[in-house]
């Protein structure tokens, strides 16, 4: 059978450098293929050729047998390909109901309309968001399910599907891959981008793998298990170095007690919660989605005010403290990582020189309130090379590198800043396997030197990994504390949504 896609001998460059080299791949109607490999890799660099939204240096793509030569996404769409990016790509002034049907002149402006019409939609897809609700509103996971709505209310016959996962519980994804089971039946054809290697060997018909912009192999799923793909990732096996059983390792002792939270509320969000926070630790928060966790985060770094009446204490080292912007808290030592990089994350137009010399400044971590060209890029290259980020200088923009090392810098903007007390929200999602040891062991290494450490996870073997201690988080509040080494995922789970 002629592929539905078919990429000859494809190659994109950017400033000579190549993100994409000499790859060929091809999809058939009906199927599942998983697109692997690290950060870096050339994964979303190859599937944009195929949405449009980059042209090729040189090779060829062609849909159904007929070449064609995209030059924006609305081109690829009318020929039915249709691209849900890792990164939303919503209008945040607009409802949800607005945003899905945004292409539908003859619709868009009837509000009863597309509002009755998207609540159908919506709850056909087994999504609980709500049609009128401004996407500015939403959380990352709502965000990413209105992504998928549009991309498969345009009836697309090819759905590219860059990290869909990641921001979504585990109810939520049940119902994503019992989506992409219907659409499959349906005759679409798929391409499915995750670090979740569990993912593409449950979901996958075929499994291709990338490494540093190069095809490395495509073989049937049935032909992998994990170990395999993760050697085809890395060009090395990390067997026990991710997630090994939290068992046999040591937890350590709690320091002197940074962050202490007493009766924290904020709207529905936030309820009456309590919780404290040592130095020398790992504390780990987990939760699902709309639990409240990143928001009372962001209330101690903040990011957002708690309730002016009621709203509860929090104290540093003893201190009680009320911060109304982050700059204050950012004075005291509290540093938020933020689970929404490109939002939130960094200066998407700025080099990486000028992001972590920001970071630094805002810090008071510069030499002088004047910039210092020559200090900018001393320290710039001396946090690349720390954390191992993949790009051509620090003078490369940082919307042009991969997700995972956008993320490398957002977490060099933060530790330039040096913390009392950091807090990482969802520091590994849309990272792959290589990263993410780098980044645990970036973490683990923060609190071995006396850092108090807040990790907001919603992957559960990510949290049993890390954590010395474990809180749950439900409707709010703190319910549940565990020890890092005694706890188990059947354990941590029910207590979430029990």
């Not at 087994?126 to 959380?139: E, Q, Y």
């Not at 810090?363 to 309130?369: E, N, P, T, Y």
């Not at 030197?449 to 949290?463: C, D, H, N, T």
Request: one cysteine or more.
């Amino acid at each position: 059978m002629t592929p539905i896609v078919d990429i000859r001998k494809a190659t994109k460059e950017y400033r000579g450098v190549a993100a994409v080299k000499d790859v060929s791949f091809t999809l058939h109607r009906g199927e599942v293929h998983a697109l692997l490999g690290e950060n870096g890799a050339g994964k979303s660099t190859l599937t944009k050729m195929i949405a449009g939204v980059v042209q090729p240096t040189t090779g060829e793509i062609w849909i159904n047998g007929a070449r064609a030569e995209f030059r924006s996404p609305s081109e690829a769409l009318k020929r039915g390909i249709a691209m849900v990016y890792q990164e939303t790509s919503l209008v945040p002034s607009l409802t949800v109901a607005q945003n899905i049907y945004l292409t539908d002149n003859k619709r868009f402006h009837r509000l009863r309309g597309i509002y009755i019409a998207g609540q159908q939609f919506l709850q056909s897809l087994n999504f609980p968001v709500d049609p009128t609700a401004m996407v500015s509103s939403l959380g990352a996971g709502q965000k990413q399910m209105v992504e998928i709505a549009r991309a498969v209310h345009h009836n697309a016959q090819v759905i590219i599907f860059d990290e869909p996962t990641a921001t979504l519980t585990p109810e939520e994804k049940h119902q994503f891959f019992s989506l992409v089971k219907r659409l499959k039946q349906r005759g679409v054809s798929i391409i499915f981008i995750s670090h979740a290697l569990e993912e593409a060997l449950a979901i996958a018909d075929r499994i291709t793998v990338m490494r540093d912009g190069e095809h490395v192999v495509t073989e049937v799923t049935a032909a992998f298990d994990r170990e395999k793909i993760v050697r085809a990732m890395v060009g090395r096996t990390l067997t026990g170095e991710l997630y090994g059983s939290n068992k046999d390792r040591s937890v350590r002792p709690a320091g002197e007690k940074v962050l202490s939270v007493q009766n924290l509320s904020m709207g529905n969000m936030v309820r009456n919660t309590s919780f404290s926070v040592f130095a020398a630790q790992i504390t780990c928060i987990f939760g699902l989605i709309g639990s409240g966790r990143t928001e009372a985060a962001k209330v101690v770094a903040g990011v957002l005010k708690r309730d002016l009446f009621h709203g509860g204490q929090i104290r540093l080292n003893g201190r009680p403290v009320r911060y109304r912007v982050p700059r204050s808290a950012v004075r005291d030592g509290i540093i938020y990582v933020t689970e929404d990089r490109k939002i939130e994350g960094f200066f998407e137009t700025m080099s990486i020189a000028e992001n972590i010399y920001l970071a630094a400044m805002a810090g008071g971590q510069a030499k002088s309130a004047i910039v210092s060209m020559r200090e900018m890029r001393a320290m710039a290259n001396e946090w690349v090379a720390r954390l191992n980020v993949k790009t051509i200088n620090a003078d490369a923009r940082v919307i042009e590198l991969s997700g995972g090392n956008q993320q490398k810098v957002v977490v060099a903007k933060a530790l330039v800043q040096k913390p009392k007390l950091i807090i990482f929200d969802e520091p590994t999602r849309g990272v792959d396997v290589g990263a993410i040891a780098e980044i645990h062991q970036l973490i683990n290494h923060l609190a071995d030197q006396g850092i108090a450490v807040m990790v907001i996870s919603s992957y559960l073997p990510e949290v049993l990994q890390l954590s010395d201690r474990i809180l749950v988080c439900r409707q709010g509040r703190i319910v549940e504390e565990f020890e890092g080494h005694k706890a188990d995922e059947e354990t941590i789970m029910y207590a979430a949504v029990h």
